[in-house]
């Protein structure tokens, strides 16, 4: 019930193409939904996130689709970069209590030029 | 603010001593830190959670003695790998909550720790 499924586990995207990248999850009481991207080396920065109350969220390039009845929700990447390839890390969270992350598997990324 | 500086960035040290990480909220006042462990190409585990001024929370299977964590300000904690051996081998990240990082966390760089 804790577990954050992502898939799929390397991607590769021509640039200006579209990286799509699908996490699911079991546990209900999940709230918040955050997109990390992670470079060789270096801890992972916020990307985007989304609550469940909302079915999509855009912030630039970076789209989140959600489906609360699913249990899924999806990162998509639109006119992917070189710049882009790293790796997406999914993650679950209850936001009050705790706070801790579940995170996905990984997606390693790479765009060609 | 939402700065977390983690030192040091890497690490190699002898089988059997042990290192200390530390993360430290630059800016902010962290009301709780997470330690996480990377493998190479994997996904990043929780090891613990810290908590101002009292004893770390555990996830299952991390073992306490191993991994000792001490969060003793608001700003500082610290994750010792005691009597080290290869298999500790990892990317140590930690990450804090709190400041005005966007959803509320950020993260440390890593530290990258080589047992030989």
């Known amino acids: 019930q804790q577990q954050v499924k992502q898939s799929p586990q390397s991607l590769i995207v021509q640039k200006g193409g579209i990286s799509i990248i699908n996490c699911a999850y079991e546990n209900t009481a999940f709230d918040y939904f955050p997109w990390y991207q992670q470079f060789p080396g270096k801890g992972p920065a916020l990307l985007i996130a989304?609550?469940?109350?909302?079915s999509e969220k855009k912030e630039g390039r970076f789209t989140i689709s959600f489906n609360k009845s699913a249990k899924q929700f999806s990162l998509h990447i639109m006119d992917s970069q070189p710049g882009d390839s790293a790796t997406y890390f999914c993650?679950?969270?209850?936001?009050?209590?705790?706070?801790?992350?579940?995170f996905g598997t990984g997606t390693r990324l790479k765009v060609l030029a | 603010g939402a700065v977390v500086s983690q030192h040091p960035s890497w690490v190699i040290c002898k089988s059997g001593t042990s290192v200390k990480i530390e993360c430290r909220s630059l800016d902010f006042q962290a009301t709780t830190m997470f330690w996480y462990r990377q493998f190479p190409k994997q996904s990043l585990m929780l090891m613990a959670t810290?908590?101002?001024?009292?004893?770390?929370?555990?996830e299952q299977g991390v073992e306490k003695d191993k991994f000792l964590i001490n969060h003793a300000s608001l700003t500082l904690s610290t994750l010792t790998v005691t009597s080290a051996h290869p298999e500790d081998s990892s990317f140590y990240i930690c990450?804090?909550?709190?400041?005005?990082?966007?959803?509320?966390?950020?993260f440390g760089s890593g530290t990258r720790l080589t047992v030989v």
């Open positions: 990450s804090a909550r709190g400041g005005s990082a966007r959803g509320g966390y950020t």
């Open positions: 989304i609550r469940p109350d909302v």
């Open positions: 810290s908590n101002e001024g009292s004893k770390a929370t555990y």
């Open positions: 993650a679950a969270s209850i936001d009050s209590g705790t706070y801790k992350y579940i």
